[in-house]
């Protein structure tokens, strides 16, 4: 079985493109705060490059930006590939089955993803007469 799923912020806006066959593709890449911290104290962050297919990747072209907050879904893959200088590097990619948008739409689009919450007045209350129950 081979299944990941990650909460995070994007690092930098996705890259929407198409492969030559025209089928959509989008790269972007998460932060991942640990859950624990090191002997420093620290939490550290984990670095995860994202690829998405077809039309959930035309949704994360479209909506996503850097700061978002999302959560992945989806399988590890590896590859490898040489540089320019000639050297093998292996990379681990996740593709992603599922994205789900967690920056609500009226965060500003200054970098604040801070989580926007409405007061809601409390719902008033009739008093009832208990001789009216029917109970």
Partial sequence: MNKVILVGNLTRDPELSETPSGVAVCRFAIAVTRDYANSDG????????????????ENCGKYLKKGNK??????????????????????????????EFLTPRNAQSDGDVSVVTEKRAAPQLEPIDDNQLPF
């Fill in 42 to 57: 620290n939490r550290e962050t984990d670095f995860f490059n994202i690829t998405v297919w077809r039309g959930r990747a």
């Fill in 70 to 99: 999302v959560a992945v879904v989806g399988s590890l893959q590896n590859r490898s590939y040489e540089d320019k200088d000639g050297i093998k590097r292996n990379v681990t990619d996740v593709i992603a089955n599922e994205v």
